[in-house]
Every structure is written in C-alpha cells, then in structure tokens.
C-alpha cells in the first residue's frame, strides 16, 4: 500500500514537472539570437517635410567571436563584415521600423540598442522632435539609458560613414562615454532618462554633437534644445564652463595663461554649491566652487603656485561667466538648469519670479577658489 | 518543526506578514505619491506607514482576544452570526477583487518586460495554479516557503535597488515640506491602502505557536515593509524626478530600466530583477487563494479544500480577464481600495475590537493558557 503511495506520488510530480515544462518554457516569445538583428545603433532624420527616415545599424554575430583589434573591414554598399545599416522612410518611426523588419531576414530587436542620434533637419522641427521622444519613451524595448546624440548633417551618414575597430559606431559611442563618465572638456552623455528628465521640467536639453570625418567618430560641441526645437550649438569652451560648474564631472583640464604660457591644472577634487538670493530685483545666483587640482606641465622651473592660483582664480570664472553669458544673452535657454536649482533651494524666490522668468533676471556671481595640492615629481 | 499540526512559529508570521504585504502596489507608489505630494510624496508613505501600524496593532489585538478562534467564530461572537457571515462574505470578496487585480497587473507587467507576445491570461493561469497548489498544502507549509523567498526576494532587491541609490540626485526631493499639507494627509491615506495584507493577521491567530510576542511581531513586520516603501518611493523620486514620474505607470519598473551593473556587457538588467519580483507575487497569489478559502470553509463548513482552491481560483483568474487595459485595471484597484480596502483594513477590525471591548468578550492570551 505504502509503495503504491509512494508510487503514485512520482506519477503525479512526473506529470506535474511535465506540465511545467509545457506552460513554463515561453513558447509564445520563443526567439533564437540567430533569428534576431540586435540593433546597436538607430538614426533618425527628417525627409521631405514631415516624414521620418530611419537607419538602422545591426552588427553581424560573428563580431563577438572575431578579437580586439582584428582586422577592421570597411563598409561597401550598406553591408560589411562588422555590421549593416538598413533605411527607410515613413510617416510614423515604429512603423518605419517595421518596414525595415520587413525586408530583413532578421527580427529587429532594440533591446541592445546603444546610441540613438537625432538628425539636424529634424532637430529644427519641434512637432517631429517632440514624437521621436515620445516614441522612443513608450516603446518598452528602448532602455533608458540609450545614449541619445545630434549630428551635424544626416544621422544616416554617420552611421554607414563608421569604419573604426569598435566594429559598430553604437559600441564605440557606449565606449567613448563610459570612457569619459567623469571627466570630459568635450562633451558629456545624454542618456533617454536625461533628456526625459529635463523636457518634463523645462522642454529644454542639450545633446552632445557627433560628427564623422575619414570613417572616424569625432564629439564636437554640443546642441542645445529649447522647446522641444534646435535654438544652437555650444563650442567647446563654453561646455567647459558649465562641466566646471556640475558636480558629477570631476575631471576637468583647466589651462591658464601665465607669463605668456599655458599652464595646465588636472582637477583631482571640486566642489560646488549654488545659492540665490534676491539683490536689486534681480536673482542673484552665487556659484561657489572650490577646485583642487595639479599642476602638470610648468616649463619656467619653479612652480609659483600662490600666482598660479590666482590665475586659475580668474580663468575659471572668466570660463563661467562666459559659459553663462551665451546662455543667457544668445541662446536664452537655462542650459545649466540654474532655474531648477533655484526652485530647489530657495522655492520663495523662484515662486516670486516665476519659472519662465527667472532665468532671464538672473545674474551670475562666482565664487572661486583653486588650490594647487601637487606639482608633479618636480617643484 | 510543527509539521503534523499546522502552526507556524512568529518568525513565520511576520515573514509571511512581509511577504504578503510587499505587493504589486508599489511598482505605482512612487507615482500616487508624487500625484498628492510632489517631491514630499515620500512623506506620504511616512504617514501611511503610521496608519498601517496602527491599523495592524488594531487587528492583532482583536485576534488576540480569540487566540484560538478563526475569524468567522470570533466575529460571531462579537456581533452574532448573520452578521459576522456578511462581513466574512465581504472580506472573501475583497480578497479575491484584489487578488484578481494584482494577478492582472502583474501579467501586464511581465507582458510589459519579458513576454511581449505571450498573452495576459496564461501568464496569470501560470501563476495562479502555482500558487493555488501551495495554499492547498496548509499554513506551515506557507511559512516555510516564505522563510526561504524572502531572501531571494530582498537581497537582489537591496543590491539593485543600492545601485540605483548611488547614482540618484538627492536634490530631486528639494524643495522639503514645500506641498499642501491637507494633499500630504490625502496621500498618506491613500498609501495606506498599499499595504493591503495587514487584514491578514486576523486570520493567523488559531496557527500560531507561541501567541504572545504576535502583536508586537506583527507591527514590526508592517514597519519593515513600510521602510522598505518609503526607501523605494525616495530613491524614485530622487532617480527620475517629481516631473518625469507623473508621466509613468509604473515608475519602479522604469526606475529598473536605468540600472547599469557593473561589469555587465548586456543591457536590460530588468528582466533580472523581474524574475525576483515573480516570487513576491507567487506569495501574495498563495495568501489570496489560502484565505480567500479559508474564510469561505470556515462559513460554508463543508467540502474539501480542493474544490474550494479550485472554484476561487477560477472565480479570481475570470475577473482578471475583465478589465480591458492598464488604465481600466488601475481604476478598479483605486476603487477597491478606496472602499473595501478602507473599510477592511481599519473600519471593521476596529469596530470588532470596540465592540467585544464593551461586550467584554474574549480571553486574553495569558488566560487562555492558565484553562489549558
């Protein structure tokens, strides 16, 4: 009787393991990775006058197998060894998708994707800006730490002009930014929870600017987005002022002139504190930061390093104050968030002003302060 | 441990308490939270936490008074039996709208995450038979599989989530205190009903082991779950932002999406998480099924477990096939919880308590154990 029990107790969880076996193993989202184009990369663009034109570019597998700084093939006619580039156009982006899917052998899957860049035709046009963020918010393959740039020209030509060794220009990107997390004079990554986090607040953003020269990747500058619509473009210099002013990039070079020389300070520790407080109804924001930092090339001997700070003193808030300057008087866009700042710490004055205007009565004074810890291996 | 009687000991209370409390509400908390309270929506779980402490004490005192009572007698007691059946009758039918819900939102998660194209209904027939087969098995055997889960859950859960908190920006919370506080109390009243589960403790009472230490166990377990939501709500509120949350469904899940492990070269780390987040739903999906069946014996008196387990199952997986979309789904649950949830989770227990207070019904625990 006791063996029967037992018997039809392993009966029963056969059947049961089974079963699970059949309900359990995804039959209805069954996919082969060599069934699916894990798209790396996507580039949007406009066409004609409100149609989309989407490229996408998907590596071939074996990449994966082929090792660092192998042979690098070029790109001939859309298709190579490293990765093909698709494009259509169409009214919506996801049905543009679709018929891309249409003529691949591959299923598109977006759930890799590394890097999105926006075309500088369809930067200028507010409506079709504001449906491509849309789109790619709502789609739930889309992560939301895609990388999301501009390009100076066409998104496409970036895409199929890419023949470096990072194989595909998604990886290179991911691997440029991870690169330069915390520490660029260049430009920095704007990720789809960035951009999503600054449109909601204010319609306005910045992206960093790709462009493609001899089959190479280059970041020149960055694109600044007010109302959902491209108002202009930020040269290097004036990026540099407001990653000085942000907490998270750490490393930044700041080069002075003293004597008629250059003299380089590597940043090794900065902190900033931002306050506003009312003077002559105006906002007078006060940004204090203090920087530590290593001299590292001084060829006049000696470091002078109370004169050095000095003069680093006044480059940096030279940097700020134009950084803020072009802004607030030729772009009049709140690139460096000052109005959100403001609403954060001191909620009175920012309700005084208002959120639309309190950035265009607002007034900047710095605070600096620079310290030399180091000078290298030599005085 | 008690494995021929059917009892759990406090320690399994509480996990259990933990487990079925943690549920698929907060995937949408931070959202509800920042709709009352913007940036401070995160005091609105503080206060909500509060309600529910009390809301627990409430409950465990009255099962206290009928240490080896099930629910059905004891409220029989208090207010005669008609009415005691009705209220049981609403309770089953709270449990299992809930249940029918969370089975529904979870499938739409999952759909939303990991199977886009398996339909909703099998992934919450997957679920339910699963988790209707362990309420068949008894409360014990709750307890021990909650006793292993609640690691499997939390741990991943703690290091995903302590990832995300050192990459948030804290001055997403800023400007403090800076909100309507009537909106605030509104909120807090409202995080209450996530916390749907605290009900539960009037049903463990007759399983437990050592009855003593009950109470104070169970207002520990509610203020466990409760840190855990306000962390969540904060490290949302400060990861996406006050204006960025509003515009989602389920914030939690999108706060997932922005996960970067280190060391990973793959993306979509939230499907990992996802698989962690399945086993607290097998658990709240076995505590509706269980009691649901429990209370409805308990009335009915007749019948075996099996056919009760298998008519409630049936009866929760069609409800979840009602509603149409998220936003139909996510109206209903408002709605249970506005109004059986406020009258489940403190009207009733409360009365009850007041009542056999005044009627001077009920043993205390220590008397209870002098007549054994």
Excluded at chain 2, 155 to 161: A, L, Q
Excluded at chain 2, 202 to 210: E, G, I, M, S
């Amino acid at each position: 009787m006791i063996l029967l029990k037992i018997q039809k107790e392993k009966i029963k969880i056969l059947f049961i393991i089974l079963l699970s076996v059949f309900l359990f193993s995804g039959c209805w989202d069954k996919s082969e990775p060599e069934e699916r184009g894990f798209v790396t990369a996507m580039g949007i663009d406009k066409k004609g006058n409100s149609d989309f034109s989407i490229s996408v570019e998907v590596p071939e597998l074996g990449i994966f197998e082929s090792e660092g700084g192998g042979e690098s093939k070029g790109k001939d006619n859309e298709e190579s060894e490293n990765s093909y580039i698709e494009s259509y156009s169409g009214k919506t982006i996801w049905s543009t998708v679709k018929s891309i899917d249409g003529k691949t052998d591959r299923k598109l899957d977006f759930g890799q994707i590394k890097l999105c860049i926006l075309g500088e035709k369809i930067l200028k046009d507010k409506e079709m800006v504001k449906q491509a963020i849309d789109a790619l918010e709502r789609n739930k393959d889309i992560w939301r730490k895609v990388i999301i740039c501009s390009a100076k020209g066409k998104a496409e030509n970036i895409l199929k002009g890419y023949v470096g060794n990072r194989k595909t220009a998604g990886f290179f990107t991911a691997a440029f930014f991870d690169n330069n997390e915390k520490s660029s004079d260049v430009t920095f990554k704007k990720t789809l929870q960035d951009i999503l986090s600054d449109l909601s607040y204010s319609g306005s953003t910045i992206l960093p600017v790709m462009e493609i020269e001899d089959g190479e990747i280059s970041f020149n500058g960055m694109a600044v987005i007010k109302d959902y619509s491209l108002v202009g473009y930020c040269e290097n210099e004036i990026i540099k002022g407001y990653n000085i002013v942000r907490e998270d990039i750490m490393e930044t070079d700041i080069t002075t002139k003293f004597n008629g020389i250059e003299v380089p300070l590597k940043v090794n520790k900065k902190n900033t504190n931002i306050e506003f407080i009312e003077d002559n109804s105006k906002v007078k924001c006060i940004i204090s930061i203090d920087i530590e930092g290593d001299v590292e090339e001084y060829k006049n001997g000696r470091v002078p390093v109370s004169e050095l700070e000095k003069s680093y003193k006044e480059t940096v808030s030279k940097i700020i104050r134009n950084s803020f300057s072009y802004f607030k008087n030729e772009l009049k866009t709140d690139v460096m968030k000052l109005s959100e700042y403001c609403r954060k710490k001191n909620i009175k004055l920012y309700k005084k002003f208002g959120k639309k205007d309190i950035f265009n009565n607002m007034e900047l004074s710095e605070n600096v302060t620079v310290k030399i810890k180091g000078t290298g291996t030599i005085n | 441990m008690f494995s021929s009687k059917n009892k759990i000991s406090v320690r399994q209370l509480q996990i259990l308490l933990i487990l079925d409390i943690f549920g698929m509400g907060v995937t949408f908390l931070p959202k509800k939270m920042v709709e009352f309270g913007g940036q401070n929506g995160w005091i609105c779980v503080i206060i909500g936490v509060i309600f529910a402490c009390i809301c627990a004490w409430i409950s465990a005192s009255l099962a206290e008074k009928f240490p080896d009572d099930d629910f059905v007698t004891y409220a029989g007691k208090i207010v005669s039996k008609p009415i005691a059946i009705i209220i049981t009758a609403g309770f089953v039918l709270k449990i299992i709208f809930s249940l029918s819900m969370e089975l529904r939102i979870f499938s739409e998660i999952v759909k939303q995450t990991i199977l886009f194209n398996t339909p909703s209904y099998a992934i919450s027939f997957c679920m339910l038979i699963v988790g209707a087969y362990g309420a068949l098995k008894g409360y014990e055997i709750r307890g021990r599989i909650a006793e292993i889960l609640i690691f499997v859950i939390f741990i991943p859960m703690f290091i995903i989530f302590g990832f995300i908190a050192s990459g948030a920006d804290y001055t997403n919370l800023m400007p403090f205190f800076d909100t309507n506080n009537t909106e605030i109390l509104y909120g807090g009243i409202f995080s209450l009903f996530t916390f749907s589960g605290i009900e539960f403790i009037l049903f463990a009472y007759p399983y437990l082991k050592n009855k003593k230490t009950a109470k104070k166990e169970s207002v520990k377990a509610v203020v466990f779950v409760g840190i855990i939501m306000i962390l969540i709500t904060v490290i949302t509120i400060a990861k996406l932002g006050p204006f960025d949350i509003k515009n989602q469904i389920w914030p939690v899940l999108e706060l997932m999406n922005t996960v970067d492990l280190p060391g990973t070269f793959l993306e979509r780390q939230d499907a990992v998480v996802m698989s962690f987040w399945i086993m607290s739903v097998f658990i709240i999906v076995n505590a509706g099924v269980y009691f649901s069946c429990l209370l409805t014996k308990h009335t009915i008196k007749k019948g075996k477990n099996i056919w009760y387990v298998v008519i409630i199952s049936a009866i929760i997986f069609s409800i979840s096939l009602i509603p149409g979309d998220i936003s139909e789904i996510i109206n209903i649950t408002d709605k249970i919880y506005m109004s059986f949830g406020a009258i489940y989770i403190f009207a009733i227990p409360f009365l009850l308590l007041i009542i056999a207070k005044i009627r001077k019904l009920g043993d205390s625990f220590e008397n209870t154990e002098r007549k054994n």
